[in-house]
């Protein structure tokens, strides 16, 4: 690519890119690759896009001094970065000083456990479990959000060790893409049902016999349709989340038999087995500085789990905002409280 960055692609993944400043590492190097960056504001966010929507960007060790280069370097890729004392987040959970960014740590006061191991916890043949349904947790950033973020910027400033505590990614258009021609008809015109995870709408949920939650007007579910033109590359994409993002009360696909064993069910089954097969996904093992840029829009993620007891895990994460589509065009925020004295 053209100017001061170097992009290969990523390492041991069937899509995404490895994205490194073309100068020596030095004691600067994070500020240097982001002052590249702002001096040529195009450059990575058209290596996001050519790159299927993956970036890793190791090195930047010294963002973790500086939290506010995250917000930064988020600038680039929309018009907002997202404040999240505005979107419906735990105090807890949001940076002291920098409310732009969410801190996903095990450390207080986010307090955040990591997730379950898988059951069994490793495959047949001894890997690490990625496919739906043995790997649960599957989602794309506030999608029970209308409308929803573009990109998600995750920086590593504690890592766990290698082998747990990784992130996982999956191609939502490479899966949408190698769909058999009836399927892509039949989901055509088909909206997910997306929810707060947390909300008691899940299929466990609903199996348990627990009391959902209820939902003030600004945290009803949110219809998302299960393809979408990514505004940037044209190219279309599944968009959906698995179990705990979705209302499995009312959906999880709108206007299908709904419930954990309706038709809607089986075809968010079907579709997440096939989005998260080897051939679309990669697992990112985290060193410290690395920091990993996303699209929501054509992507989805997962968590895994580490050893809480043993390990302290600090990562920050920004959401940019800006360009989900036309399909959004002129909408209001659906997650902000409409005062009764506002006109609709
Ligand atoms: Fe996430």
């Not at 379950?116 to 739906?132: H, K």
């Not at 973020?149 to 490479?174: R, Y």
């Not at 994409?237 to 009360?249: A, K, N, R």
Request: proline share 13%.
């Amino acid at each position: 690519m053209s100017g001061g960055f170097d992009v290969t692609p990523l390492p041991n993944s069937p899509f995404g890119g490895l994205l490194r400043l073309r100068a020596p590492a030095g004691p600067d190097y994070t500020r240097a690759l982001i002052a590249a960056a702002e001096a040529e504001p195009h450059a990575i966010p058209a290596a996001l896009a050519e790159y299927e929507g993956l970036l890793l960007v190791p090195g930047l060790h010294g963002m973790a001094q500086d939290p506010a280069l995250l917000v930064r370097l988020s600038r680039l890729f929309g018009e907002e970065v997202e404040n999240y004392h505005e979107t419906l987040t735990e105090p807890t959970k949001v940076h002291e000083t920098v409310p732009e960014i969410l801190v996903v740590s095990n450390m207080p006061p986010a307090s955040k456990p990591p997730p379950p191991l898988p059951n069994p916890p490793r495959t047949a043949d001894g890997g690490l479990p990625m496919q739906y349904p043995h790997r649960r947790g599957w989602h794309t950033d506030q999608s029970y959000r209308r409308p929803p973020p573009d990109i998600s910027l995750f920086f590593a400033a504690i890592a766990v060790p290698k082998g747990q505590g990784q992130t996982l990614f999956a191609n939502c258009a490479g899966a949408y893409e190698a769909l058999p021609a009836a399927t892509k008809a039949r989901i055509a015109h088909l909206d997910g049902l997306h929810v707060m995870p947390g909300s008691g709408r899940s299929p466990d949920a609903i199996r348990a016999g627990k009391t959902p939650k209820p939902l003030a007007p600004h945290e009803q579910p949110q219809r998302q349709p299960l393809v979408r033109i990514h505004p940037v590359t044209g190219k279309p994409s599944l968009y959906l989340c698995e179990e705990g993002q979705l209302d499995w009360i009312n959906g999880p696909v709108v206007g299908m038999e709904p419930g954990p064993d309706g038709e809607g069910g089986g075809l968010i089954r079907e579709l997440m087995s096939h989005l998260t097969q080897p051939q679309f996904t990669y697992a990112q093992d985290w060193d410290d500085g690395d920091m990993i840029i996303w699209d929501n829009r054509c992507l989805v993620h997962a968590a895994t789990w580490f050893d809480a007891d043993r390990h302290q895990r600090l990562m920050w994460r920004t959401t940019v905002r800006g360009n989900p589509g036309p399909e959004y065009a002129g909408e209001r925020r659906s997650w902000i409280p409409q005062r009764e004295a506002e006109p609709a």
